[in-house]
């Protein structure tokens, strides 16, 4: 983990982001690997886009409606995608990048996660191929997401995508960390998060 100062990381933020506002009017588009209600991951994920500069559109992307996958319905040419599929992977289509909020279950991804990410993986036109990606989480627990994160480094790496591994975010205790209002209260994990952000727009650049 990189540890700066909050002044530190807040004027590097501004700096990179200034000139990347004038630079490109991108997109980044988010997925929650949790669906519940009160998710601390949903929180982290709306605290992420956030911190996003003006010029950059943020969009949440939900997918709790997509059906299990199944090959025989991922071939375009044959038969087409269910609608919800089509739906997920257009909006994903339209994103520079990605920020990704999960939890970890049981050591690993959520499968509501790796079946969204299945759904989208395949063909060409795959809406996740070669753009980069932040992986962020918060877990009640003391690791972190740890094992989740490590974990996808296999998916990323057949997709092809370019991952943003550095600083990682790996928020343990959620429950001490976020307010009743869904704010994030600790002012080490916000300026880590805005590194990655730097990082994660940094990696946008062509
Ligand atoms: C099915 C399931 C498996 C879980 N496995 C893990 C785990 O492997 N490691 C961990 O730290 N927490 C685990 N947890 C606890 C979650 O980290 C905790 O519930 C967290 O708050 C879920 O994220 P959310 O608040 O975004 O829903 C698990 C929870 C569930 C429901």
């Known amino acids: 983990m990189i540890f ?5 990381s807040i004027k590097t933020f501004n700096s990179i982001i200034g000139y990347l506002t004038v630079e490109k009017n991108g997109k980044i588009v988010g997925l929650c690997g949790s669906f519940r209600k009160n998710s601390y ?3 982290l994920l709306k605290v992420a886009g956030s911190l996003l500069p003006d010029g950059i559109n943020f969009e949440i992307v939900s997918y709790d409606d997509i059906p299990i996958y199944n090959a025989d319905y991922d071939i375009p040419e044959v038969s087409d995608r269910p609608e919800s ?3 997920f992977r257009d909006t994903l289509a339209t994103a520079d990048a990605f920020i990704i909020a999960s939890p970890e ?3 690993s991804i959520p499968g509501g996660l790796k079946n969204a990410i299945d759904w989208a993986s395949r063909g060409k036109d ?5 753009k980069p990606v932040a992986l962020i989480g918060a877990t009640q627990g003391m690791w972190g997401t740890v094992r989740m994160q490590t974990a996808f480094l296999p998916v990323f790496t057949f997709l092809n995508m370019n991952p943003v591994l550095q600083p990682e975010v790996l928020i343990a205790q959620a429950q001490n960390k976020f307010d009743e209002n869904g704010n994030l209260t600790d002012d080490k994990t916000l300026s880590i ?3 990655k952000l730097e990082n994660l727009i940094s990696a946008c650049r062509v």
């Open 4 to 8: 700066l100062s909050t002044h530190e």
């Open 126 to 130: 795959s809406p996740l191929m070669h």
């Open 193 to 195: 998060i805005k590194i």
């Open 85 to 87: 599929v089509k739906k």
């Open 41 to 43: 991951n949903a929180m």
């Open 105 to 107: 279950y049981n050591y």
